[in-house]
């Protein structure tokens, strides 16, 4: 059974250039969550969609930052430009149904370097 | 708040029970508490859940106090392959915060 699935698992690229990360939930799912992950801030909830639609968005650090889910199988997330400060783990999650007894599940993340 | 509360490090030995503790004061009646685990340069993984009632699976025990103010995740022996850091979030809230970094000695 697949799990949630990220790419790339690692991107280095420089200052400014625009960076676009990927996402593939669980067959099913439709809940997606857009998270990101830093020493000093740790596990930071960025974005998350219900059907395909962005629900909470109050957690997109500023306007660089964009996410769109096309359909229900793939959600990117996109940072143009991007800064230094951008460098972190990010990590999307998928969850079905609205129970809160419902787990999220994590994909493995994309390590994001900018120079 | 939308926080929990949790110890920032905790250590224990091989085979040795571990427990967990987790403060979340202000959570409503009605907001399930979720516990995570993270390996390193992995995501964080679904351990257990709960609403009132202790719970256990086959990785581990959730008590839940009477007063749902805090909970316990109980790892009954604990292994090598333990060693991660522990999230206990509010389900409706989201809310990781800095977890506990779990060292376990052989």
């Known amino acids: 059974d697949a799990g949630v699935i990220q790419s790339p698992r690692h991107e280095v690229t420089e200052m400014g250039q625009e960076v676009t990360l990927r996402c593939k939930p669980i067959s099913g799912h439709d809940y997606l969550f857009w998270y990101r992950q830093t020493m000093m801030r740790g596990l930071e909830l960025l974005i998350y969609f219900n059907n395909n639609v962005p629900i909470d968005d109050s957690g997109m650090p500023e306007d660089r930052f964009s996410a769109k889910m096309p359909n229900a199988s793939f959600s990117t997330l996109k940072i143009q430009p991007s800064e230094p400060r951008d460098s972190a783990v990010y990590f999307c999650a998928s969850k079905l149904g609205t129970g809160g007894y419902q787990p999220q599940h994590f994909g493995d993340g994309t390590r994001l370097s900018i120079l | 708040d939308a926080k929990t509360t949790q110890p920032n490090s905790m250590e224990s030995n091989e085979e040795e029970p571990v427990h967990l503790p987790c403060n979340h004061s202000?959570?409503?009646?009605?907001?399930?508490i979720h516990w995570y685990r993270q390996l390193p340069s992995q995501g964080p993984e679904y351990v257990i859940h709960g609403l009132t009632s202790n719970v256990n699976n086959r990785m581990a025990s959730l008590a839940i106090a009477e007063d749902r103010k805090s909970s316990t995740l109980i790892l009954h022996r604990a292994t090598l392959r333990d060693a991660a850091v522990y999230y206990c979030i509010r389900a409706q809230k989201l809310v990781f915060g800095q977890g506990t970094r779990l060292t376990i000695n052989p």
């Open positions: 202000t959570i409503s009646g009605t907001d399930y």
